[in-house]
């Protein structure tokens, strides 16, 4: 998220000062996380990526105990399989252990994809929002706060992009920023 706003708002600059060599050059700063977590559809988002990653949870939990069940049923009948048969099951529980092994970072992979897929709509109103400010306000450059230890003096832009957003100005966030 931090990456997707900071490269939108360096190329902004950058396309900006080739319109406005001679112009003025008007710099503010924005904290695009703390406007996100204040947004109310980020709200959603995390609702939805919590339900998400338990259902993911749920289902990996599942597998391992139908993995346990299938190991119990194997040893109490194994005594009585003959031995190809034996081979067979053997090389079938393998096979899922290998895929139950995965299990944990293929969740992490699979919500890693949702929230991006869920975060995008809401980045992307921010980006349009803040290009909005910065073209109304005559904005020459934007920088997310968190990206720049030294910066020359400028402005901080949050109060007008919450106003353009509808986001009161002492809102509080409701979550966890969406990255």
Known sequence: MKKFITLGLITMGIFGLSNTTKAQIKIGYI????????MPEAAKVDTAL?????SLYQNAQDK??????????????????????KEVKRTELQKTVQELS???????????????????????????????????????????????????PGDDIAALV?????IKQNAVPKTTPVK
């Open 162 to 166: 919450k106003k353009k957003l509808g």
């Open 102 to 152: 995965g299990a944990e970072q293929q969740i992490q992979q699979q919500f890693e994809q949702k929230r991006q897929e869920l975060s995008l709509p809401i980045q992307r109103k921010l980006q349009a929002a803040i290009q909005e400010v910065a073209k109304e306000n005559g904005y020459t450059y934007v920088f997310p706060k968190e990206a720049l230890l030294v910066m020359p």
């Open 64 to 85: 391992q105990n139908t993995f346990n069940e299938a190991v119990a049923k194997f040893y109490k009948d194994s005594a009585t399989m003959n031995p190809s048969l």
């Open 50 to 54: 919590n339900q998400y990653q338990q």
């Open 31 to 38: 904290s695009a996380d703390e406007i996100i977590a204040l």
